[in-house]
């Protein structure tokens, strides 16, 4: 695959066939995805593309958004993103009709040049249709984290807009936790992942682990590790304490609000862990602003899917008692498709997981207990002295075998599959292959 990227020229004959599919680049946006595609790989068959690796990972994913594949993980996080970001502002959003003006943009991008346009030209195409027609802002886009380093207007990238303003990186931080929160627990509940509580370290490493199955991006991507750090916290926190992906409005950026002086101006101290943030608000109007803003927001949602991660478990449990779990396409099998009972074993599907970056499960352990050290006692704190990162304790745990622990009344879910598939899983460096989740599965 190459690192630098060039349109990638089209034949007459398929131009043809895509303006042919599209009327002209007016209707059917998913089958224009789908030529796309075809074009796509006959030129990866041929070695002649010249696309880079972000262009081609943006077309695949077009397909599974713009045909709402419901048991696709990034058709989920894009679904979620979008929903939570829009309901950030108060808006509702018609995601088809947003996603095939998109396509429909994108298209017509491709019968106008007569090639497969790169990130960057699409990405004018993406956010400014999501901006315009979705009303929707760039903290609240939901490609942001995977794109974070893309210049979308002029040399300034989606990164660089959403840290100038502080109020977008918060939105950001809390729609990007969410999206990942929604599509880690589809994780679960679609491959029977298990969980097991723990200390701080422990659960946090395991978190990662399953965010890598659902959302490998949060590695891969581009976006710096305090960054990263950020979004992983807020979405631990989220799934597995129970808080609002909004942030605690009292605690923003390791300073403390403690109250309305006599003169009723609001009173923040710092604590030991000020300036932790990468977008570091230390003024009290901005502070002032951002709380009101999270105390506004604690309710926010991106619909009725889960957002706990134990609830997704009891879900990947009860899918055990019905003989069937839904099997994710990224597993390149068609959507919809379902495993049956006789299906559960580990030899039927095993995870390669690579390590863990140890800088981010440092800097995501490191934010979690800045948010939560002021509730929590220093014993309960002191386990937290070394780092794993070798891939959720080598366990794929199937659904069927949660369900053994939960009926016996266990307070955790079952270790077993770590017997299952530890000696069948083999652990891979990350490759740098334009799909992040084909190399998850063998």
């Known amino acids: 695959m190459l690192e630098s990227s060039s349109p990638l020229t089209l034949t007459e004959e398929q131009i043809e066939k895509l303006r042919t599919d599209t009327d002209n680049g007016t209707a059917n946006p998913l089958k224009g995805y789908q030529d796309m595609i075809i074009f796509l790989d006959a030129a990866n068959a041929a070695g002649t593309d010249t696309l880079d690796d972000a262009s081609q990972f943006w077309y695949q994913q077009a397909i599974t958004i713009n045909g709402n594949d419901p048991t696709s993980f990034g058709n989920i996080f894009i679904h979620a993103a979008t929903a939570y ?13 947003l996603s095939n003006k998109i396509g429909l943009a994108v298209i017509n991008g491709t019968l106008e040049t007569g090639t497969l346009q790169s990130i960057n030209s699409m990405l004018e195409d993406d956010i400014g249709t999501s901006l315009s027609y979705g009303g929707m802002t760039v903290g609240g886009w939901g490609g942001s984290f995977y794109y974070w380093n893309t210049p979308f207007e002029g040399t300034e990238t989606v990164g660089q807009a959403i840290m100038a303003d502080p109020e977008q990186y918060d939105k950001f931080i809390a729609t990007t936790a969410n999206a990942i929160v929604v599509t880690g627990n589809t994780a679960i509940q679609e491959l029977g992942l298990s969980f097991n509580s723990g200390s701080i370290t422990n659960e946090v490493d395991q978190f990662l682990n399953i965010l890598q199955v659902g959302v490998p991006t949060i590695v891969d991507s581009g976006v710096q590790t305090s960054v990263k750090a950020e979004v992983i916290a807020r979405a631990f926190e989220e799934d597995v304490l129970g808080q609002s992906a909004a942030g605690n409005p009292d605690l923003i950026n390791g300073y403390q609000y403690v109250g309305k002086s006599w003169f009723n101006s609001s009173g923040w101290v710092a604590t030991a862990n000020a300036g932790i943030s990468s977008v570091n608000v230390t003024d009290i109007r901005e502070l002032n602003t951002l709380r009101t803003t999270r105390l506004e927001e604690q309710d926010t949602r991106s619909g009725d899917a889960v957002t706990n991660i134990y609830s997704a478990l009891a879900k990947a449990a009860n899918a055990g008692i019905t003989g069937s779990m839904t099997l994710p396409s990224e597993l390149q099998l068609p959507a919809g498709s379902t495993l049956t009972a006789g299906d559960l074993t580990a030899s039927k599907v095993t995870l390669n997981l690579p390590a863990l970056p140890t800088d981010l499960v440092t800097a995501t352990i490191k934010d979690v207990l800045a948010d939560i050290a002021p509730a929590i006692s220093a014993d309960f704190l002191a386990p937290v002295v070394s780092i794993v990162g070798t891939g959720l304790t080598d366990a794929l745990n199937f659904a069927g075998n949660i369900l053994t622990d ?27 292959h334009h799909n992040p989740f084909a190399s998850l599965f063998a």
Do not use: C, E, I, M
């Open 406 to 432: 939960l009926t016996r009344g266990s307070s955790s879910t079952s270790s077993y599959g770590a017997g299952l598939s530890s000696a069948q899983t083999t652990h891979v460096a990350p490759s740098s």
């Open 85 to 97: 970001g829009a309901a950030w502002d108060g808006k509702t959003v018609d995601f088809q009709s």
